[in-house]
């Protein structure tokens, strides 16, 4: 490792990319050329990280390690560790950051483990509060965001435009689907359908994340058809097969909103842990 600026590429040419003096840079990594690095941070040989990223001071990132464009690491993290997994033996395993993503303090992402598709992975704009944990083989969409000490096991899957309450922590191969809204010191052991709002321990349903889609542009009509989707599954008495054949009927019913019911159906017949309900 050295203390000197780290040479990056844009456009077939070689320019500096801002690294603090004090910050070690393995000459091997990958930074492009407007990547800033912050006072005694340490990035790892197999660490590649896009345009734009800044990297606070007292971050380590490393291990195979892919970073993506626009990001901001303030300090304190860890990222790219080995998973916390007792049968890792040193697989060489990948930790994947998209764009647009902010990662606050003391954050804990860690790599896959060759036991599932060996890679974690967070998407694009992301909001990550301090202390957030990402478990190896986490699979993070797009536009989420997690409140301070969220806490995920590993093989977790969070889709987009999920909200983690802070002090939520999430049971191992739990899905989280779209819109889905978690509240604090909400203690997961089972899946979460997409635009459901649940909170409490043991953890209970408490309606559809309304003021979220609306944000989101979701019409007045589409959020009235999701909200009876809602009512079929929790409110209605009918089983979990009842359910999906009513939402299946929903769906031919209202073909505007179908892509809307299919996902809440398609997560019911994929969750491998059984739902919140």
């Not at 490393?62 to 697989?91: H, L, M, R, V, W």
């Not at 599932?116 to 301090?130: E, I, Q």
């Not at 435009?161 to 010191?185: D, L, T």
Request: hydrophobic share 40%; glycine share 10%; aromatic share 6%.
């Amino acid at each position: 490792m050295h203390h000197a600026q780290h040479h990056g590429h844009t456009g077939g040419s070689l320019t500096m990319a801002k690294i603090h003096p004090t910050a070690l840079v393995d000459p091997k990594a990958s930074l492009e050329a407007s990547v800033e690095i912050g006072p005694y941070s340490i990035i790892g040989p197999d660490v590649v990280i896009g345009a734009g990223t800044r990297v606070g001071p007292h971050v380590v990132i490393e291990g195979c390690t892919s970073i993506g464009a626009d990001n901001t690491f303030f300090q304190f993290s860890s990222i790219g560790a080995a998973p916390q997994d007792k049968k890792y033996q040193g697989e060489p395993t990948r930790l994947e950051i998209g764009d647009r993503n902010t990662i606050r303090e003391f954050c804990t992402f860690n790599r896959g483990t060759a036991q599932d598709l060996g890679v974690t992975r967070l998407g694009n704009d992301n909001w990550m509060m301090a202390y957030v944990h990402l478990a190896h083989d986490c699979q993070i969409g797009n536009h989420t965001i997690f409140a301070n000490n969220a806490q995920l096991a590993g093989h977790v899957q969070v889709g987009d435009w999920a909200i983690m309450g802070g002090f939520s922590n999430v049971h191992q191969y739990c899905k989280i689907g779209a819109h889905a809204m978690v509240g604090m010191s909400t203690s997961l052991t089972q899946d979460v359908p997409p635009f459901v709002i649940l909170s409490g321990n043991p953890a209970a349903a408490h309606g559809i994340n309304i003021e979220g889609l609306k944000r989101r542009g979701f019409s007045r009509e589409a959020i009235a058809a999701i909200r009876n989707a809602y009512k079929l599954i929790y409110k209605s008495g009918l089983s979990l097969e009842e359910a999906k054949l009513a939402l299946a009927a929903e769906e031919q019913a209202h073909p505007e909103f179908a892509p809307h019911l299919q996902s809440l159906r398609e997560f019911l017949q994929q969750a491998s842990r059984g739902i919140v309900r």
